[in-house]
């Protein structure tokens, strides 16, 4: 009877197992089979369907419209895939550039429009493409406290544009980016040079001072970096080159706040007779021409 009752036990343990691992198995197969009819769903998305190109292009442009970028970059690249040598995969390739832009992708944007300008140099939509290039870049310009690698690629980048396609809308454009690049970029000199001029580097911030003069005279930032470079001639006792300086901040900007700092400057050191009268036209062009030269 003993044995009759374990025996009983052991069926029921076992019938447990064995159901146990049933159920567990039928979930498993439940999950795998709800992922893959997942998966088939987003493949099925974008499966490869041939159809015609107006009708791939029109799908992408209307998810341009309602700004759902990336389903646009695939229908954009579908358009390049399928009809590889018409006009529309050109069109495609430049819009799909755009899109990755618009995403803030800007690498994935410049290897692309890159891409578009060694296939279509002669294109007429280039020079949209090479400006395009350039606002990859313009549009992470950081503040002059951080490293302005972007801003340079930037500048050069517009600097192409302006040089390529002169008389373009695109050029127009660039010209005004050019010059708040370039005023970004004179600002970063002008902060380390003042950072060289408080710890007594005064060479390393005239280096810097007669960079802005020379590089960005377009700036807003060229009269106090001729200021600055009176200051640090001063600092290291070349009252000529100070006096020479100064002649120029006098005759570029003789009302500025600027021109009456470095007079200031002069007077502390009690050299105020020294300190240089407005020169004229001609003797301004002569000492800017002696500053350049150095």
């Known amino acids: 009877m003993v044995n009759q009752v374990v025996t009983s036990k052991s069926l029921m343990a076992n019938f447990s197992a064995k159901r146990g691992f049933m159920l567990l198995a039928l979930a498993s197969l439940l999950v795998v089979t709800a992922c893959s009819g997942n998966a088939a769903k987003r493949n099925q998305k974008f499966a490869y369907i041939e159809e015609p190109v107006e009708?791939?292009?029109?799908?992408?442009?209307?998810?341009?419209?309602?700004?759902?970028?990336?389903e646009a970059i695939l229908l954009f690249d579908?358009?390049?895939?399928?009809?590889?040598?018409?006009?529309?995969?050109?069109?495609?390739?430049?819009?799909?550039?755009y899109a990755q832009y618009k995403t803030r992708a800007y690498e994935d944007a410049i290897a692309s429009l890159d891409r578009f300008i060694s296939i279509h140099p002669g294109n007429k939509d280039a020079a949209y493409a090479y400006y395009l290039k350039a606002m990859c870049y313009y549009?992470?310009?950081?503040?002059?406290?951080?490293?302005?690698?972007?801003?340079?690629?930037?500048?050069?980048?517009?600097?192409?544009?302006?040089?390529?396609?002169?008389?373009?809308?695109?050029?127009?454009?660039?010209?005004?980016?050019l010059d708040l690049t370039n005023d970004h970029l004179a600002g970063k000199e002008m902060t380390i040079g003042r950072y060289y001029l408080r710890k007594n580097h005064q060479l390393a911030a005239?280096?810097?001072?007669?960079?802005?003069?020379?590089n960005y005279q377009t700036t807003g930032h060229?009269?106090?970096a001729l200021h600055r470079l009176v200051e640090s001639y001063l600092e290291l006792g070349l009252v000529g080159e100070a006096q020479r300086t100064a002649a120029i901040l006098g005759y570029n900007y003789p009302g500025g706040h600027w021109y009456q700092d470095s007079y200031k400057l002069f007077k502390q050191r009690g050299l105020e007779n020294q300190f240089p009268k407005k020169p004229s036209a001609s003797e301004a062009k002569l000492e800017q021409s002696l500053a350049a030269a150095k």
């Open 55 to 70: 009708r791939i292009y029109s799908r992408a442009l209307d998810r341009m419209e309602k700004k759902r970028y990336d």
């Open 206 to 214: 005239i280096n810097r001072f007669n960079f802005v003069v020379q």
């Open 78 to 97: 579908e358009v390049e895939r399928q009809h590889p040598y018409s006009g529309w995969a050109r069109r495609a390739m430049l819009m799909a550039s």
């Open 139 to 177: 549009e992470r310009i950081r503040d002059v406290g951080r490293d302005q690698d972007i801003t340079n690629n930037a500048r050069n980048a517009l600097i192409d544009v302006v040089r390529r396609y002169p008389d373009s809308e695109y050029a127009r454009d660039a010209r005004l980016k």
């Open 222 to 224: 060229v009269e106090e």
